[in-house]
Structure formats: C-alpha cells, structure tokens
C-alpha cells in the first residue's frame, strides 16, 4: 500500500531552523520526483518545492528560495525539507506529495509532471515568539 | 506567476445536483497542464482529474473536467454526499506551480 509519512513538525521561534521528514513505501520511491506543499491554517495550498527522482534538480517557490532546501535520501526511501531562518509566515501544515506519472513512469533526467499524487497527512509547522 | 482564480469561492447545492466549478488562469495554460484536487475536512487533498480531463485512479466518473487556454470547469454530474469538500485546481505550466484559492461545495 502506497504511504507517506511525514515527521518533523513542531512550535519554533522566527529565526530558527528545522528538518521535516517523509517516509515512503509501497512505490518505487527512487523513480518518483517528490513535492512539499503547504497549507497555512484555513487558507489554500502553497507549492513548496520540488525535487527530481535522482535528486539532482530542485526547484523552490520564491518565499522561501535561499531558505528552504529539499533533499532525498533514496537508499532510506526518504525525503526531507531543512528549513532555516523561519518566519510566522511559514506556519503551515507541511504536506510531502509525490510527482504524479501516468503511463510510462522509467524516470528520465530532470522530468518532472509536477501534479501531485499520492500524498501524505501532513505535518504541522507552527512559527511563534 | 500564473494566477489561479476559482469561483465561486463557496457553493451550496444539494445532494443528486449537478454542479460545475470554475477555474480561470491569469495566462493561457500551454498543452494540458491543469489539474484539479478534492480536499476533505482534517483530510490531505487527493488528485481527482489531471490533463484537463482524465480522471485520475479511482475517481468516479461522476467528475469530469474540461477547458482550454484560460479557462477550466470541473463538473460533477449528481453530487453525492462524499463529495462535499474544497476543491482545487492546480497548472503546473510554468514556475512556480500554483493553485487556487479554492471553491467549498457544501450542503
């Protein structure tokens, strides 16, 4: 059964940094490019950042460019965010959502479909004094 | 960036309606790069209709989605009771990808 699980989320003060994490299983993980997208209390969704299957490509949404830097670990199934220099702003549930392929799914350099399916539940980030 | 803007922002309908969400883009979404999510109360938002208008596994062919250029519609046929939700839609045509805001569809 396809899972992920985020982990990692807590109350930080503006300023501080931290590590959210998303274990996966039940898909080839390392094939699949891997997105965060965030929700901040009862608003909409936010597109994070995305990373390629091999995790040589990144790409990140402007607020949090320089901040923020999406990572994996393949031989862990595992993808991470490393938040730094947090803001009130960046309160948000933290989703981990993989890169949603149809048809033929063999990973290819720097291919991204960048629609997100499955996800996981979500991990609450809360940035306060 | 691609303003994704929804209407309306809340829907009362109910149940055995037909009903139809509105999706605008701010510039023309190239190829089929438009996709729409269902999120539940307390749930993640799950992937309905992707390219415009292929369900995606295990949707019910209820949902059915449409459009073109800057404009997209996502319809269900008779709305049922599990599908009282937010729905988003989603181009993922240009950086960054970007949703909107989001309609309510509620009893």
């Known amino acids: 059964q396809v899972q992920l699980v985020e982990s990692g989320g807590s109350v930080v003060q503006p300023g501080r940094s931290l590590r959210l994490s998303c274990a996966a299983s039940?898909?080839?993980?390392?094939?699949?490019?891997m997105h965060w997208v965030r929700q901040a209390p009862g608003r909409g969704l936010e597109w994070v950042a995305v990373?390629?299957?091999?995790?040589?490509?990144?790409y990140y949404t402007d607020s949090v460019k320089g901040r923020f830097t999406i990572f994996r670990d393949n031989s862990k199934n595992t993808l991470y965010l490393q938040m730094n220099s947090l803001r009130v702003e960046d309160t948000a549930i933290y989703y981990c959502?993989?890169?949603?392929?149809?048809?033929?799914?063999?990973?290819?350099?720097?291919?991204?479909?960048?629609?997100?399916?499955?996800w996981g539940q979500g991990t609450l980030v809360t940035v306060s004094s | 960036e691609i303003v994704m803007t929804q209407s309306p922002a809340t829907l009362s309908v109910s149940p055995g309606e037909r009903v139809t969400l509105s999706c605008r883009a701010s510039?023309?979404?190239?190829?089929?790069?438009l996709a729409w999510y269902q999120q539940k109360p307390g749930q993640a938002p799950r992937l309905l209709i992707y390219g415009i208008s292929t369900r995606a596994t295990g949707v019910p062919a209820r949902f059915s989605g449409s459009g073109s250029a800057t404009e997209f519609s996502l319809t269900i046929s008779s709305l049922q009771s599990e599908d009282f939700a937010v729905y988003y839609c989603?181009?993922?045509?240009?950086?960054?990808?970007?949703f909107g805001g989001g309609t309510k569809v509620e009893i």
């Open positions: 959502a993989g890169d949603h392929c149809a048809g033929d799914c063999n990973p290819r350099p720097n291919l991204l479909y960048n629609r997100f399916d499955p």
């Open positions: 510039q023309s979404i190239r190829n089929t790069y």
């Open positions: 989603q181009q993922h045509s240009d950086w960054p990808l970007t």
């Open positions: 990373i390629t299957y091999d995790g040589r490509n990144e």
């Open positions: 039940g898909f080839p993980f390392s094939y699949y490019g």
